[in-house]
RNA sequence: GCUUGUGUGGCGGAACUGGUAGACGCGCUGGACUCAAAAUCCAGUGAUAGCGAUAUCGUGUGGGUUCGAUUCCCACCACAAGCACCA
């Protein structure tokens, strides 16, 4: 058998009859919504890491439609960012025909592995169809009031003058030249996914994501509870503070501000020692957020002279610092310094000996803090705190807040890490972005009706020297009117990141040709949810968030039917190089699928990638184990040699049992063991002396199809055993005739496994107390002996103590 | 440091709600076929002792609960991933 011929053969038919093709609003049967990361078309082809995630749940979708389900089951083209960008300009084309190309090789080495994906719903998210409605919805955005202009800090590198991505400049070195990465101010579009923390929370628990899953969204999200303070400046003025532990209030010794805020700016015409803060804030800027976040010992701070800051609990004046490890951003930007009972706070103090006060008793306070992890919940009290103490932590925390909440100049307030999303990019290949600025009217944006506003077609795609989008040379392109005054006005030149257009693309393959909006509703209520989103662990923080936020924020305009559009997420484990580590072209490891395909055949590809390893789990690739995949599909071939012209079932339990475990393991990602119950059913048809009949074959054949499609579909046309195996319904089980009649059962005694005993449904303890007292090896244990307890548990195990 | 996950033969991995640990595959050993090899087929294969029936040990380590623990509880070790001064 050529299996190259009859893969061809197999995926000409599926092309020719739109096996696979979903239709909308398909009243009779149910729908199915499976989806696959849409993959970033890359120079380097498919990797058989993807093809470990399109096999499994091709597989569920095959399976799904042959239990009659409308299954829509998409691919399409995450071809926008960075990588597309640096490789045109390495190799001098556009990226434009750099996607194209790359675009048809992973088409095409999709095709040849038979993955069943409808390509009617194909889209790329750089088509201007496409990116339209990606545009489209920024200003959505923006007219609901979510897009704003702000100044933030970029990556950039001196040396090269280029904007740098965080991946970029892991190490807070330039990953071209190594230069030290620095901080440059810069304006950028804003998206206000802060504002959506808590719904990004709460949204959660409509969805049935992974429990890993889950907490990296919530940790992503960071929420944490606590007072806001208000402090009082000696001499006049106030800046509030946030603490998560207000308990401690009566231990502060002195106030952090982070020397990136707006706090140490206003309070500057005050300041006695403004060179040496001024140096420090200096400083500061220098470090990327990375530097800044990796000095993880070092405390550096510098003390502000000349204000004091009054403890609103016994007005105790304190001074006031600079210090790093505050951030300008999060909170407001200062903290309250306990640092008895804070490391962080306690290693400055150290740094800068300052003073300590003991306020929760219970800790070794000399050597190190004693911080709330340690001390809550187990009964600690309060001292030196005036009237609070003696009274446990839990109880002072009420009681501190109440009074501080009624002096009025305290609130009980959430903090989140969330950030507000940074919309720009200061790149050329992507989506760009609609506004248009005016000096009289201001950021305006494009009317609706000129979308899409096409990127250039033009040879220059290099980055400037001055860290503007490459989009900002082309004047015909930057020159434009203001829609509102008809004046003259400038196109914003930075473009979307790469996340905005993988945002929303499960909804559009939902109703890919729609030329008037971006899905309809009724499509969309139509399909509903995602059922299953299959993608990288490295994807389920960020690119789930940002889509989780897209959606919420279109659900709340009216735009689509559910708050949350994907219910159930899970992710693979990483296909390793036989040396166990992660596959890279230095390492020399890559193995590439089309050889794979071209040697065994795509089948065994599919079979040996479901075979080889729990589908959650990174595993190693092993060559022997691809081989005896192959092994199992000549044996498959083989043994329909031995089709006899009896019917049915020989072993009616093997046929149900192994009906059900497929059928289960299918749709629970347990695709390793649905491959070994049908290695254990052709073990045993291959013991069968007079062959198997018809009806045993095309069982094989059927269950294996969603895993092996091709080769299964050619054996039943060869052996006139029905029709197509994809055109026909998956079998039933009958659950009672799942399991044998009579079964083999440990015996234990005195906790020691000694023998087995047969056993059927209709035993008595008392029978097989019988049957045990007969079996040679276990007599000599209980003869002589008293019973002092008898547990048979029905099916399980027969357990004997004697003494 | 924190969070999460993982730890079972020579290897990848099975084991339902606590019930015969090691399914299935790979590898290895022996045999058949062959001039020979590959392919294929048959038998064996956790360790130790024994010709053998069988016995002892055995799921990262140390405890515990239980008639019975890979599975539950406590403490610890190792590895991997993610987050990382978040007040």
């Known amino acids: 058998m050529n299996t190259m011929e009859i893969e061809k053969k197999w995926q000409k038919y599926w092309e020719e009859h739109e096996t696979f093709k979903a239709m909308n609003n398909d009243s009779k049967k149910k729908p199915y919504y499976i989806l696959v990361e849409f993959p970033y078309p890359s120079g380097a082809g498919l990797h058989v890491g993807h093809v470990r995630s399109y096999t499994a749940h091709d597989a569920m979708a095959r399976m799904k439609r042959m239990q009659g389900y409308n299954v829509l089951f998409p691919m399409g083209w995450d071809a926008f960012g960075a990588p597309a960008e640096q490789y045109a300009i390495k190799n001098h084309i556009h990226p434009k025909d750099a996607v194209r190309e790359n675009i048809h090789t992973f088409k095409n080495q999709m095709k040849t ?84 923390s808590e719904d990004l929370l709460k949204g959660l628990d409509d969805t049935h994501f992974a429990e890993k899953v889950k907490l990296g969204q919530i940790n992503w999200i960071g929420k944490s509870t606590g007072v806001e303070l208000d402090v009082e400046i000696v001499g006049g003025g106030k800046f509030s503070i946030f603490t998560t532990a207000i308990e ?87 903290v309250m310094a306990v640092p008895s009972h804070d490391q962080r706070d306690f290693e400055y103090a150290k740094a800068h000996n300052l003073e300590m006060i003991e306020v929760i008793s219970g800790g070794d306070t000399a050597n190190h803090a004693f911080e709330k992890q340690d001390y809550l919940g187990k009964g600690c009290t309060l001292v030196n705190s005036e009237e609070f103490t003696g009274m446990t932590v839990e109880e002072a925390k009420e009681k501190i807040t109440q009074k501080l909440v009624d002096k009025g100049i305290a609130r009980k307030v959430n903090n989140y890490k969330m950030r507000d999303w940074i919309f720009s990019r200061q790149r050329f290949w992507g989506e760009p972005i609609p506004m248009i600025y005016c000096e009289h009217c201001g950021w305006v944006p494009m009317d609706e009706k000129d979308l899409p506003l096409l990127l250039p077609d033009v040879a220059e795609y290099e980055p400037t020297d001055t860290g503007e989008s490459p989009l900002a040379k082309i004047e015909e392109w930057v020159n434009t009117t203001c829609p509102k005054c008809g004046a003259k006005a400038k196109r914003e030149t930075d473009t979307m990141p790469n996340w905005a257009g993988s945002s929303w693309y499960f909804l559009r393959f939902m109703d890919p040709h729609n030329t008037k909006e971006f899905a309809s509703m009724d499509a969309m209520k139509y399909w509903s949810k995602v059922n299953w989103y299959n993608g990288g662990m490295e994807h389920t923080a960020r690119h789930l968030l940002y889509a989780r936020f897209w959606v919420q924020f279109l659900y709340n305009i009216g735009l689509v039917p559910h708050k949350e559009m994907i219910d159930i997420r899970v992710s693979h484990g990483m296909i390793l190089g036989s040396n166990n580590e992660k596959m890279s072209k230095s390492k020399g490891n890559v193995i590439n699928p089309d050889d794979i395909v071209k040697e065994y055949g795509a089948d065994t590809l599919r079979v040996y990638e479901m075979f080889m390893g729990d589908y959650q789990q990174d595993v190693a690739w092993n060559v022997d184990s691809l081989k005896g995949c192959n092994r199992f599909l000549n044996r498959i071939i083989k043994i329909g040699e031995s089709i006899n012209d009896q019917e049915g079932y020989k072993d009616q339990v093997l046929a149900n049992k192994t009906i059900k475990k497929v059928s289960e393991d299918l749709v629970t990602l347990k695709f390793n063991t649905a491959v070994s119950a049908l290695m254990i059913m052709l073990n045993e048809y291959e013991k069968y002396e007079d062959g198997i009949t018809k009806d045993e074959y095309r069982l094989l054949l059927t269950l294996l199809n969603p895993i092996a499609p091709h080769i299964t579909e050619e054996l039943n046309e060869k052996y006139k055993l029905g029709n197509p195996i994809c055109e026909s319904a998956w079998p039933t089980y009958d659950e009672s005739l799942t399991k044998e009649s009579t079964k083999t059962i440990g015996v234990q005694i005195n906790g020691k496994h000694r023998g087995e005993v047969e056993v059927t449904e209709e035993d008595t303890e008392e029978t097989v107390k019988q049957k045990i007292e007969k079996i040679e090896n276990i007599k000599k244990y209980i003869n002589e002996k008293e019973i002092v307890k008898f547990i048979y548990i029905p099916n399980k195990i027969v357990s004997i103590i004697v003494k």
């Open 113 to 196: 592995l038979g993955f069943s994906f409808d390509w009617d719903r194909e889209f790329s998210t750089t088509d201007p169809e496409y990116y339209k409605w990606t545009q489209w919805q920024f200003l959505q955005f923006y007219k609901h009031g979510m897009a704003y202009k702000a100044t933030m800090p970029v990556n950039w590198c001196p040396n090269c003058k280029t904007v740098l991505s965080n991946e970029d400049s892991a190490g807070g070195v330039c990953e071209r030249c190594g230069t030290e990465v620095i901080q440059k101010e810069k304006s950028q579009w804003m998206l206000k996914m802060a504002s959506y």
């Open 248 to 334: 401690t209030i009566y231990g502060i010794t002195f106030f952090v501000i982070a020397p990136d805020g707006k706090l140490i700016k206003e309070l500057m015409p005050r300041v006695e020692n403004k060179e040496e803060v001024e140096k420090y804030i200096e400083e500061t800027a220098k470090k990327s957020a990375m530097a800044r976040t990796e000095l993880n010992k070092d405390k550096t701070g510098c003390i502000v002279k000349g204000i004091k800051a009054i403890n609103p609990v016994n007005g105790k004046e304190v001074p006031v610092f600079l210090g790093d490890f505050v951030l300008g951003d999060y909170g407001t930007g200062a």
